[in-house]
């Protein structure tokens, strides 16, 4: 019961450094964006009322009817439920508990709708990025840590108690790496840019030779992922390693993922993604060499194309799929 | 729309060495049972007529009206889509193409729907098995090979191409034992029947110091997965390596999955869950241990319950969830 008098979505997408919304239109068009700083410490309430004056103040700006307004959808770091913030570990203190959609609703009068950030990016890789048009896909995005989204038949798979999709902490490495799940060997330990990064720093500590130093103008504090990717673009063999590790345990997770979900087709974004082909092309050699030929074609390994909106995008396409 | 007239349900389960088929009411009760050889060497053909004839002679055998009848349910091995055989490979010659739900549709009147063996038992562990009631789980059959089986909202899971589940090929090792898939350290290369009785010959070949060998009469070929259980509860110490290292490889996989699915309970079926608590405990705390403690409880682990009539009550609950 689609009702496409209702042409706009309010989309907000909290991030650790800034919230991000912005008004999209059904056709993904974006004609208004807004953002102001998360100021994480601030806690909950405060980050309440910035969401609350985006809304408000976007709806103003684009000076549409509220009846033209199919709703608000928030993308949250932690886990929400049924608009409620059920667990957001160390991240915002007091966001737990926040009934953030009624909150917005009370404040707007637009109905609203909330999911976790990462399987809301999911949604909009659905709905106009990567996977534009496939109903059976997963995402991972490859950011500070690793974080999926699952969409079956077009719509966020949620499990029984809507922690579903933590890929990020499906075992890679058994015995591994510590991650900060207390698990060993974790996706997250190995292929976040954090992880990625540290392993960049232990090869500098321990003397190796490689270029990642100077990229870094000579402090360590300086290397994050993206100076391993340009170290590996002049064909550092210590950035080139890291890549090649990341593109194996980033395979070793894509193939259960292929067994386990048999998906369309996999979305890999976040700040890792930005190593593009450099990884991509590596990755995908490793999956088709290992995947099981059955009657399943080896699942299309995709780059994210929604960029730095990815997350408005992603509310957006909450807000159609959900509330429409 | 479930019309309850229709009482009863012709379920067949096609094995490796027999087929057994039943008439089950309903409420689980089976009123008949009947089992003819597999045979699978005499190909697709003949096998399509034991199923016509065990159907035939079902319905006649509980004197029971067509019009009692929601259908026909039928789990077998390989890969079937929409009644068809897709792929079976290596397994039963001319299986494969073959319309098995047309057929027997044709011979008797009544409608049938087929799926893969393992999927089918985890909907019969739903209907009336170890996750009676539970909409969202995971099955795994730990026999010969290894299978799996996602229910979701009450429902198989399929995936994109009817693929999904084919857990015991996660990688559960990385550069492990190769498997028949052509990947390495496939979960089927250590917890199968098949892998834990490998293992055990390789110790006994090596000269180790076990008690399995004088189980199995002296005789190497007849050591299987039975003969180290029995060994393990005697106190055999390689045989208690064998059960160790399956419940580390099985908790890896477990892990994973409770990550990417967040089902309310696994269900361990197959015959190496004959190991019992001997297996299922160490497994309980080894992923009690290293589960990501969140929001959602520890996955629930459970032995199946279905028994040898696992495939017989599959296939009715196959009948009674998509013919009703």
């Keep these: 019961m689609s009702d496409t008098s209702k042409q706009y979505a ?36 405060q980050l309440m009322v910035k969401l609350i004056n985006l809304a408000k103040s976007l709806i103003s700006e684009v000076g549409k009817s509220k009846q033209q307004f199919a709703g608000i959808g928030v993308g949250t770091p932690g886990l929400p439920k049924d608009g ?6 160390g991240k ?52 500070t ?62 003397g190796c030779e490689t270029i990642i130093l100077d990229l870094a103008d000579g402090d360590i504090r300086n290397i994050d992922a993206k100076t391993v990717f340009d170290a590996a673009r002049r064909g550092d063999p210590i950035a080139l390693e890291i890549l090649d590790k990341t593109a194996h345990h980033l395979a070793t997770a894509i193939l259960t993922i292929m067994q386990a979900f048999d998906p369309k087709c996999m979305v890999i974004g976040g700040g890792v993604a ?15 060499q290992y995947a099981w030929t059955g009657p399943g074609e080896v699942v299309d390994i995709r780059a ?19 509330l429409c």
């Design 274 to 288: 930005a190593a593009g082909d450099l990884l991509l092309e590596p990755l995908r050699k490793i999956v088709k």
């Design 145 to 206: 840590g690793v974080g999926g989204g699952v969409i079956i038949d077009g719509r966020i798979y949620q499990g029984e108690h809507a922690v579903s999709a933590r890929l990020g902490h499906m075992v890679v490495e058994p015995h591994g790496k510590l991650c900060i799940c207390g698990n060993r060997g974790c996706l997250e330990a190995y292929c976040s840019a954090r992880s990625i990064a540290a392993a960049a720093i232990d090869h500098v500590l321990r």
């Design 84 to 89: 409620v913030i059920m667990s957001c570990p």
């Design 304 to 322: 994210s194309t929604l960029g730095d909106d990815a997350g408005i995008f992603g509310g957006a396409a909450l807000v159609f799929a959900e």
């Design 10 to 45: 309010v989309a907000i997408d909290i991030g650790g450094t800034n919230v991000k919304a912005g008004v999209l239109s059904r056709d993904g068009e974006v004609l208004a964006r807004q953002r102001v700083l998360t100021e994480e410490r601030k806690g909950g309430e």
């Design 92 to 143: 915002i203190p007091g966001w737990e508990g926040t009934h953030a959609c009624a909150d917005l609703t009370k404040a707007t009068g637009l109905p609203a709708v909330m999911d976790n950030d990462v399987k809301v990016i999911a949604l909009g890789e659905g709905w106009i990025g990567a996977a534009k048009g496939e109903k059976n896909f997963v995402s991972l995005a490859l950011g």
